[in-house]
């Protein structure tokens, strides 16, 4: 790919392109850099390899998670401005890189190279290519910008879903020794499955850059009458800056909003296995075995993946303001009955759990189309990239709080369902916090916002719009190509998890 087309001027849509190719494209990036959720696949196995602590390689992780937060905010503009493809290929290339940088650690025994591999160069990766496919397809989607947005972040849950499976069949070829019981290999089968994962991401990312476009000036779907907007509450025609949109009391309100529902969210999450065990423990020993634990994780990675795209979809029939009503009040009833109530029954357990793991990931794909919603389409990429370090703050503060209070009860394996009690309440404060954080966000005053272009239309705009917006089964074969490589890769993944998870039945 000539470095020259990356250009934005070169990405901008012809005559005869048509929309659903872009969804594909975010997929694309979205469901490589979705691996970061399945690094306990190989946990075990850098342990055993550099003679560490679980904290030790732990910190490999939220390296990651820490620079997605901080390389969203710090590139968000950039990303803007530069067009999608420039960051999607960006974003390839740190992604991949990281995993390379990451395997020659692993096999030259360096902890730090895969600090500074998968950690730090990986996770700026990570921030780039999650923010980059974000403003282009709400341009795509002025009408349903909850379904595109969902469709896309949908890809990073399924990242995990995808290599979690994945990952343990490449560690049994490179290691014929590999123990799928404890999930230890050598660390030349992890630096093998790090290798292949960068080259293969590098490849699927590329193509995601090589697919993207951005709408022509004045192009708008066929039908589709932006005045429309202006009857509903909370949905502005205006443009607000990324540094405008920091000044505002909205962007920080809707800052707590996303704090405290990925803060409880994670809450389930970081303890889904040995929190199923201790709710069903019969003294020293749980009815819930292991195989049906790691089930339950399956599960709650299925409800993370739907509710992703269901409820951000959901939102542009309802509105983003009361869909965080529901994720955030139903929310807080969820957490109080597992609380009291979520010994009762294994199935009312899980089932409760799943869906506040998907109103937690609802949360995360809404929120886009939220920004959008108050402060317009001009650089919500960018405002969004300052928006995640909310999931930063969150991703330290979530485990913080479960462990400190699970750790003040005693020691794991000995736990039981009264144990968690206090933990599970504290979540429910912390989602009463977002509930009326949500509820004090009103329109962005009119100060904020950005100087009015001419919005007339000209009659060759309205030309150009016509010829763009090209119906589903005249888009050719290209269309259905992009969707097959996203789509087989999916379906395989959802196809791993439902078999895991039927061993929770």
Known sequence: MSLDLLDRRHTIAKPGFNRWLIPPAALAVHLCIGQAYATSVYKASL???????LTQIGIIF??????????????GTWVDTGGPRRAMFTAALFWSGGFLIGSLGIATDQLWLVYLGYGFIGGIGLGIGYISPVSTLIKW??????????????????????ASPLSAKLLGIYDDSFDTATGVASGSAVAKLFVTLGLVYLVLMLFGAWLIRVPAEGWKPQGFDPSTIKSKALVTTENVSAANAIKTPQFWLLWTVLFCNVTAGIG????????????????????????????FVGLLSLFNLSGRFAWSSTSDLVG??????????????????LAFQGSSSTILFALVAGVIISFYGGGFATVPAYLRDLFGTFQVGAIHG?????????????????????????EPGQLNAGDYRAALLTMVCILAVGFVANLLIRPVASKFHEEKKDATETPAQEAASAEHDVAVDKAGPLLVIAWIIVAVPLAYGIYETVVKAADLF
Request: charged share 10%; net charge neutral.
């Open 47 to 53: 342990v055993k390899n550099f003679d560490a602590s």
């Open 62 to 75: 939220s390296i990651a998670i820490v620079m997605l937060g901080l390389s969203a905010a710090v590139f």
């Open 141 to 162: 989607f002025p009408d349903r910008p909850g379904l595109a947005t969902g469709m896309a972040i949908m890809g990073f849950g399924g990242g995990a879903m995808i």
């Open 268 to 295: 389930i999450l970081e303890q889904a296995a040995p929190m199923i065990q201790d709710f069903f423990r019969e003294g020293e020993k749980s009815t819930v075995s292991a195989a049906s634990a790691a089930g």
């Open 320 to 337: 983003r303001k009361n869909i965080y009503v529901g994720y955030l009040g139903v929310g807080m009833v969820l957490y109080a009955f």
């Open 386 to 410: 300052r928006l995640l370090t909310a999931w930063a703050a969150a991703g330290v503060a979530g485990p913080l709080i479960i462990n400190g209070f699970l750790d003040a009860q005693g």
